[in-house]
């Protein structure tokens, strides 16, 4: 600390503050003190200041006068209001000259004088960790420097023999005008904020008190949202370099939209299957259509709130947006109540989210097959078959289409899911399509299956074609895939793939199928075009080599044809043309498409299998067990196998029970 009181003693000497003033134009005083804080290199505490002229805001930029403010460095104010202070500043400027420990460790005992209108306060706190105590010698050359002649010093001495950190009175405030501190109040244009600007007092001037400072505010026409606790902490600390935020006025708050809160599951992109004892996926309770009863409500609307106005720290109000409100959308088959908050089921059926509209479809009930006594059943809604739909009748629905008997060679088209309790036997002639759903079945054979989404059969998928948007999964305790093409844009997981009697299976994943379709379309289109161009050329040859050799001249008939075979040649050449760019384009797309897809067995891959992953063919030649086949780099990896996310939590409860 000796080292300190020798720097003080030399900056006093040196009279740093010589007096020097500037003359500043701004559109604040605390504006006019931080330009001329960096004119005369002080803290903005050490400053004196007088307003020559008393700048006005005007109306909307008219009439507008920045305040005339003659600023100058203050000959008496103590620049260090204690020694903590010095030594960390005298620490930046000079870092060789003084030895601080790491504050991080320890700190020195502190202290502080307050003069208040009650009482000059001496708040002592102990030093930590070893570092050195405050001095009654250092303390009394802060009294002496700030001219306090009437301190206790055995109330004094007594604090700082036993520090407390609390606030001592050692003496009785003597008013001096002269040496007080003052504030200045300024309110932001928008009037959502109160700056208070202090100037700090001199010797054994008194400080501002909380209550003097509100009152300030007040006279200031701020009476909203003072912040009295951040007042009292801003005071205690005695640091007045910036200026203290006393209040902030309270913004709007906009009210929130109205909104539909539906008491129906409307997302169906979700599935929850059911796995027993015996490892089956449950069929029987898939729970994927959504059927309601009469009177059932559908969807209640949470209405719009009203805004809550704001008011700025001189009381104006500030206007709030309330929010917009929303009407329930709903079709047929359901009522909305008389004041439109309740959205009900007027018949029996199952809802259907269309286009933003909550509706209830209808459901069609076959009771027994779809035969002859029925015919073909092309429905709006969604079909309910109680038994099966025998060979070459056509079931088309609007929504689901759920069979709980089986499929022959038939053809079923729903743009919803499509539920098969027994299964398919297609003798290769059956198609099931999903425009817009998934596909469910106990078994899959000799079958063509198409799915915007996922298809799912519990036993097995046998000598079919199936292509699904997203996954094709068989996790049965039979469940193989064996012969055929499967294509799936994402995933192919079963248990078993191929068989040990090596028979041909095409496993294909990481392109949609619907884009594979299209590029062989393209490519048999390419070849159609290719033939028929070719052909038309040879007759075209044979007739411009005959029109030659005969002087240019052929029979009318000749020449009509040869002039036709032009237009159909320049017609195929353009349409080739076209089909070969869109081709390259539809090949550049999917060699842009990243690296995903993958093909998964968790009993074994036989020989005979054969798997591409994008544009990457991998041969089986010899048998893998539990192994997953994925895209790295370009090259085919394998790597351990990894279960289908929806069968996660079922393979958890199955290992549980085999535990017990």
């Not at 899959?444 to 998928?461: F, H, L, M, P, R």
């Not at 760019?581 to 550049?588: D, Q």
Request: aromatic residues 6%.
């Amino acid at each position: 600390m000796g080292t300190l009181k020798e720097l003080l003693r030399g900056i006093e000497d040196e009279d740093e503050f010589s007096g020097e003033e500037v003359e500043v134009l701004a559109d604040s005083v605390r504006q006019a003190l931080e330009i001329a804080s960096g004119a005369l290199k002080l803290d903005v505490s050490a400053l004196d200041y007088d307003i020559l002229q008393k700048g006005t805001r005007g109306f909307m930029g008219m009439g507008r006068h920045p305040y005339r403010v003659l600023v100058r460095a203050s000959k008496t104010h103590d620049a260090y209001s204690d020694v903590d202070e010095i030594e960390r500043k005298l620490s930046k400027a000079s870092p060789s000259d003084l030895s601080i420990r790491d504050v991080v460790k320890f700190a020195d005992g502190s202290y502080k004088v307050r003069v208040t209108r009650s009482g000059i306060y001496l708040i002592v706190n102990p030093p930590s960790g070893g570092g050195q105590p405050a001095s009654l010698s250092d303390v009394s050359n802060r009294l002496f420097a700030m001219r306090i002649s009437n301190a206790d010093m055995k109330k004094v001495e007594k604090e700082i023999g036993k520090p407390s950190g609390k606030r001592v009175k050692v003496g009785e405030w003597m008013p001096n005008a002269e040496f007080d501190g003052s504030i200045s109040v300024e309110i932001t244009e928008d009037e959502m904020k109160a700056f208070v600007h202090f100037v700090p007092p001199r010797f054994f001037g008194r400080h501002m008190e909380s209550e003097e400072v509100i009152d300030s505010l007040k006279r200031a026409g701020v009476v909203v949202g003072i912040n009295e606790e951040r007042i009292g902490q801003y005071l205690d600390k005695m640091e007045y370099a910036h200026p203290l935020l006393a209040a902030e006025g309270q913004s709007p708050r906009h009210g929130k939209d109205a909104s539909v809160d539906y008491k129906v599951k409307i997302d169906k992109t979700s599935i929850n299957l059911a796995e027993d004892e015996r490892g089956q996926v449950d069929f029987k309770n898939l729970d994927i259509l959504e059927n309601v009863v009469v009177g059932q409500v559908l969807a209640v609307k949470i209405p719009a709130q009203d805004g809550i106005p704001g008011r700025t720290v001189t009381n104006r109000v500030l206007p709030a947006r309330s929010g917009k409100d929303l009407p329930v959308r709903y079709g047929k088959g359901t009522i909305l109540s008389e004041d439109g908050m309740e959205l009900t089921a007027e018949i029996n059926g199952q809802v259907v989210f269309q286009a933003g509209k909550i509706m209830v479809e209808p459901v069609f009930f076959v009771k027994g097959d779809v035969s002859f006594e029925t015919g073909n059943i092309v429905f709006l809604g969604s079909v309910v078959v109680g038994g099966s739909v025998q060979d070459n009748f056509v079931v088309k629905a609007a929504g689901n289409i759920e069979v709980k008997g089986s499929v022959q060679k038939a053809f079923l088209e729903a743009e919803g899911d499509i539920i098969i309790r027994q299964g398919i036997m297609g003798r290769e002639e059956a198609k099931i399509e999903s425009t817009g759903g998934s596909i469910f079945a106990n078994f899959v054979q000799s079958a063509n299956c198409y799915a915007e989404k996922d298809i799912i059969v519990s036993e097995g998928i046998l000598h079919s074609k199936a292509d699904a948007g997203n996954r094709i999964l068989c996790h049965g305790r039979r469940a193989r895939i064996v012969g055929g093409v499967i294509r799936a844009g994402e995933e192919v997981n079963a248990r078993i793939i191929g068989s040990d009697s090596f028979t041909r299976t095409e496993v294909r994943v990481g392109i949609n199928p619907k884009v594979l379709q299209q590029v062989s379309d393209l490519e048999a289109l390419k070849q159609q075009g290719g033939d028929d161009l070719e052909k038309i050329r040879k007759d075209f040859t044979t007739l411009t080599v005959l029109k030659n050799n005969s002087g240019g001249r052929l029979p009318q008939e000749k020449e009509d044809l040869l002039q036709k075979l032009i237009q159909q040649k320049q017609k195929l050449e353009t349409r080739h043309a076209e089909v070969n760019l869109e081709l390259e384009e539809l090949k550049a797309y999917l060699g842009m498409l990243e690296q995903k897809g993958k093909v998964c067995a968790e009993q074994t891959v036989f020989p005979g299998v054969e798997i591409y992953i994008k544009d990457r063919r991998y041969p089986v030649k010899d048998p893998y067990n539990y192994i997953k086949f994925t895209m790295e780099g370009g090259e085919i990896r394998l790597s351990e196998y990894e279960k289908p996310e929806m069968a996660e939590s079922i393979g958890k409860m199955t290992m549980l029970r085999r535990r017990r």
